[in-house]
């Protein structure tokens, strides 16, 4: 793809990342003309029940202008309506937007691209008496985090660090002092922002017991696994639920349990992500007891919070990503199944790994450093954390 691209042969509108957000969750069609190259594409692209997606890339309709066959190209555009281009950063999509509209088609270009659909975070209040709990979601990767606000103060529940600025003034908003930073595991999939918001906010960092023991190199608050936290008037209480890791931990709140990476709405976690295939069946065995028993010591009426939601998950009417536990125990195949079975099934069809986990795994363990841009280039990409469906 051209470094420069040129610039558009006629004007042509713009589309927001929250508007296409907005689309998406409404369950509008939205019509997309990926013009990135086909390995960028295949990595990672806006997919989702109602998207009808195309991959062209650039160079062909650069070519095409130069021919005079753009014409040609019209007819390999899947689906109807309107058209939102994509690229990497809006550039080269811009022009090929301004190139359809000049040829009679209604295009439009997605501003800032790719690089702007990563920078979308939006917010959404849990129904829970307990306390004010934000659920926050990033649609380019799934990943979802939470704010717990009580009487002046706050802790966030796996953030995100390309996000801290926005726990800060989000506590704030609710006349709250950001407390605590809190991961339920050592991520693989993104950058934590709980050793950023220490070093740079001094916000007490925490992380479970078990998983600090994989070698967290900076100071941290230990929860064990009978720990909790007391944030204003409320508790943040330690539930043990390895299997993704041997770390993971959820932590309830009232009657909701932030679950982390262990029950999804759709899937469950995937166990491969902290030793390997040859320690996947083990954690797999250990994932089964969290959900067959370590689970079952909740009432049907816990409302789960996952750490993650996957491109077809659809959000409640309030939209957030949630669901009461009773309704994942009757809908999730995976509940049903025998140990073995289950032990087999998730380990023999483990989807990719997210890329750049070893270094984003180095990088959340304090044993490597990064910049912001490298870390927010390094976490591009699905999230990848959950098994694939059984």
Known sequence: MAENPPDPPTEHPSLSAATLKERLDAGDPVRLLDVRDRDEFE???IDGPTVTATQLPFT???QAKVTGNVDDLLGDIDGEGPITAVCARGEASAFVAGLLVDHGLDARNLADGMDGWARLYEAHELPTDAATVLQYERPASGCLSYLVVSDGEAAVVDPLRAFTDRYLADAAAHDATLRYAVDTHVHADHVSGVHHLASDHGV????????VDRGVAFDVTELPDDGSLTVGSTTLDAMPLPGHTTGMTGVRVGETLLAGDSIFLESVARPDLEAG????TALARTLYETLTERLN??????LVAPGHRSETTEPTHDGTYTARLGELRARLPALELDRETFVERVCSDIPPRPANFERIVAINLGTEVADDDTAF??????????AAPL
């Open 277 to 280: 295939d040859d320690g996947a």
């Open 60 to 62: 062909k309709f650069l």
């Open 43 to 45: 990595n990672w692209h």
């Open 204 to 211: 007490e960092p925490v992380l479970p017991a078990r998983a």
């Open 297 to 302: 010591d909740l009432p049907d009426e816990t």
């Open 377 to 386: 280039e390094l976490e591009l990409g699905p999230n990848n954390c959950a």
